[in-house]
């Protein structure tokens, strides 16, 4: 990524992470936490990874929701930044989270159930 691409993609996180913070309730969509924005090189659409906290349930629900408001989430956007052209939003989900649990809770289990080596 260019560093323009790289300014905007902060600048988009930042906004989407307040318009979440302001605009979506938590009991109806749950914790949720923009982890990172992908920008095209043309900076017409953004990638937006959210990571949700609870089940595989919520964050399924939480991503539809998601995609139900991505007009008014975009048209926020748009209202908060200077640019020529606000940006096509894609949501994708971000387990990166759940995958380091997984891995931290694995080598737990090995670490336990190996003997204790003698130095």
């Keep these: 990524m260019s560093v323009r691409t790289e300014k905007v993609a902060s600048l988009v996180k930042e ?3 307040e318009i979440f913070q302001h605009h979506f309730r ?3 969509y749950g914790l949720m936490t923009v982890t990172e ?3 095209s090189p043309d900076l017409k659409t953004a990638k937006v ?3 949700i906290f609870g089940d595989e349930e919520r964050k399924k629900k939480t991503l539809a929701l998601l995609e139900v408001e991505k007009k008014t ?7 908060n930044l200077r640019m020529k ?3 096509n939003l894609m949501f994708f989900l971000d387990d990166t989270l759940d995958h380091a649990m997984r ?5 737990n289990k090995i670490r336990k159930d190996s003997p204790p080596q003698e130095e």
């Design 37 to 39: 924005v992908r920008m």
């Design 85 to 87: 052209f606000t940006p």
């Design 73 to 79: 989430v975009r048209g926020e956007l748009g209202r």
């Design 15 to 17: 906004v989407i992470s």
């Design 49 to 51: 990874f959210v990571s």
């Design 103 to 107: 891995i931290e809770d694995l080598l």
């Design 26 to 28: 938590m009991e109806e």
